[in-house]
């Protein structure tokens, strides 16, 4: 079966730091991979707001837990399903993840998760890829399985340029000069188009 491994943020769900940096109101939390390449530097930076303006882990959760996913998120996975295997590649927590999982039917999740003192702040990152999301479709290759990717940001154009067939999802202005060789999509139909191309067969 082929493996459709799609990004969380920005495609099925929304970009969290922004609704946590509204929330909170720490300006600081509010920029993503969108803006910052370099995901160690800017987990890092998160990690370093959130304790200087006091925000533990479980406050942090308590804030994104009722976010909705995009509309139409659900039953774009559901089309994907009968023909792929389907692997959520997120670059974010899983603690922050897991109520908005769920509500996406919980299908097979990749993701770091975070570490925290003994006072409940977040401490530091636990990552399950070093280099890229990339190494989950390295995986994948090695077993001669095809792949469906789909991500919005800079931290997904490794993915995307590694998989059989990769789509950047409404990505931002920067993200799409940055990867003029990727493919566009504006909407799930348009991925969902793609994923009927004979290599996933």
Not at 3 to 12: H, N
Not at 165 to 187: I, K
Request: a neutral charge; aromatic letters at 8%.
């Amino acid at each position: 079966m082929a493996i459709a491994c799609i990004d969380m943020e920005g495609v099925l769900i929304p970009e969290l730091w922004p609704c946590i940096a509204r929330a909170t109101r720490i300006d600081a939390l509010a920029l993503t991979t969108r803006e910052e390449p370099d995901y160690g530097r800017l987990v890092a930076q998160r990690i370093q707001a959130l304790r200087v303006h006091g925000v533990p882990l479980a406050a942090l959760c308590e804030l994104v837990a009722d976010i909705p996913p995009l509309p139409g998120a659900r039953e774009f996975l559901a089309s994907l399903a009968p023909r792929f295997r389907v692997v959520l590649v997120s670059d974010a927590f899983r603690q922050m993840l897991v109520p908005l999982w769920a509500r996406l039917g919980q299908p097979e999740l990749r993701c770091h998760q975070f570490t925290c003192d003994t006072d409940g702040y977040v401490h530091s990152a636990q990552w399950v890829r070093r280099r890229g999301k990339h190494e989950v479709i390295e995986e994948f290759a090695a077993r001669g399985q095809a792949t469906l990717a789909v991500g919005d940001a800079f931290n997904d154009l490794s993915m995307l340029r590694s998989a059989t067939l990769g789509y950047l999802f409404r990505p931002s202005p920067a993200t799409r000069h940055a990867a003029a060789d990727v493919l566009v999509a504006d909407q799930y139909a348009d991925i969902l188009r793609g994923a009927a191309d004979p290599r996933f067969d």
